[in-house]
Nanobody, 124 residues
Framework: QVQLAESGGGSVQAGGSHRLSCATS????????IGWFRQAPGKEREGVAA??????YYADSVKGRFTITQDNAKNTLHLQMNSLKPEDTAMYYC???????????????????WGQGTQVTVSS
């Protein structure tokens, strides 16, 4: 099992940058595909980025702007968000699944563990 706790949400102006963090617990951190999802009002939850075994994956909507990284020493996942747009406004969730791969990383039903979410609001 793993527990996840997001932090770093807040309000940002369009064009600005922000970083989210996800603290993880458990000794099986390296065996999990872990990533970020987001859900905007009136929209379904969508995959933003994920990482496993050194590989990273990004949604086309954030590619080139967002970067997902892992700080293994601190068991913390980060999402660096640059060039933010109002459309990035959403509740952001950290999610993990026990897996040997990160196939279909963007499908939320593949993930077993979820954090409570942290709100990111981008103003125009």
């Amino acid at each position: 099992q793993v527990q996840l706790a997001e932090s770093g949400g807040g309000s940002v102006q369009a064009g600005g940058s922000h970083r989210l963090s996800c603290a993880t617990s458990g000794s099986t951190y390296s065996s999990y595909c872990i990533g970020w999802f987001r859900q905007a009002p009136g929209k379904e939850r969508e995959g933003v980025a994920a990482t496993y075994g050194g590989a990273t994956y990004y949604a086309d909507s954030v590619k080139g702007r967002f970067t997902i990284t892992q700080d293994n020493a601190k068991n913390t996942l980060h999402l660096q968000m640059n060039s933010l747009k109002p459309e990035d406004t959403a509740m952001y969730y950290c999610a993990a699944r026990r897996s040997f791969t990160c196939v279909r990383w963007y499908q939320e039903r593949e993930y077993n563990f979820w954090g409570q979410g942290t709100q990111v609001t981008v103003s125009s």
